[in-house]
């Protein structure tokens, strides 16, 4: 069965970097992208972007641009997430999903992980 | 950049009743290929979202046939046939149109009266 499996909970300082990870397991990883998403406290679902696990290929959120990078280790099935110059606002529960390599007619973001929670503190 | 809005944004529900959510896109998501690039998820309380409808009317994998999604263009709507009480979570509707590239709604609490 597929599942994506996730990293635990991080608490970090305003200005650190956090390194999320989510290993896919149960379908070929090469054959999806991962798209991560990120949730603030009572918010709503943010996209955060996506990587190809075929290329590594990428898309950011332009409001993230600079800070994020997200890589994948395919000898591993493991997508990562790594976020620099934590914010307070940056505080959120962050997943990652299967989706799609390209904009396809398969349902994207069909298995999510469990979310982890990143909490910046000063 | 392509903005999702729903309506309503909070749905009080009896059970047994029907349900039903509106989701409008600032851009036409219906594509030359006849499809709608418009997906449907739910977030149930503590837990992650889940993929309920993707193009528009096609359920997904083990979803009830409770759930029905339609619409065309920039107008879509999910509708409940019949509410039951494990359907109270938060709504969003997605679109996929600039798939990898997402765009979500700022959801729907759906809750029992």
């Known amino acids: 069965q597929v599942q994506l499996v996730q990293s635990g909970a991080e608490v970090k300082m305003s200005g650190a970097s956090v390194k999320v990870s989510c290993k896919a397991s149960g379908y070929t990883f090469t054959n999806y992208g991962i798209t991560w998403v990120r949730q603030a406290p009572g918010q709503g679902l943010e996209w955060m972007g996506w990587i190809s696990a075929y290329n590594g290929n990428t898309n950011y959120a332009q409001k993230l641009q600079g800070r994020v990078t997200m890589t994948t280790d395919t000898s591993t099935s493991t997508a990562y997430m790594e976020l620099r110059s934590l914010r307070f606002d940056d505080t959120a529960v962050y997943y990652c999903a299967r989706g799609p390599l390209r904009r396809w007619l398969q349902p994207n973001n069909d298995y999510w992980g469990q979310g982890t929670l990143v909490t910046v503190s000063s | 950049d392509i903005v999702m809005t729903q309506s309503p944004l909070s749905l009080p529900v009896t059970p047994g009743e029907p349900a039903s959510i509106s989701c409008r896109s600032s851009q036409i998501l219906l594509q030359s290929n006849g499809y709608n690039y418009l997906d449907w998820y739910v977030q149930k309380p503590g837990q992650s979202p889940q993929l309920l409808i993707y193009?528009?009317?096609n359920r997904a994998s083990g979803v009830p046939d409770r759930f029905s999604g339609s619409g065309s263009g920039i107008d879509f709507t999910l509708k409940i046939s019949r509410v039951e009480a494990e359907d109270v979570g938060v709504y969003y509707c997605m679109q996929s149109l600039q798939a990898p590239l997402f765009t979500f709604g700022p959801g729907t609490k759906v809750d029992i009266k």
């Open positions: 193009l528009a009317s």
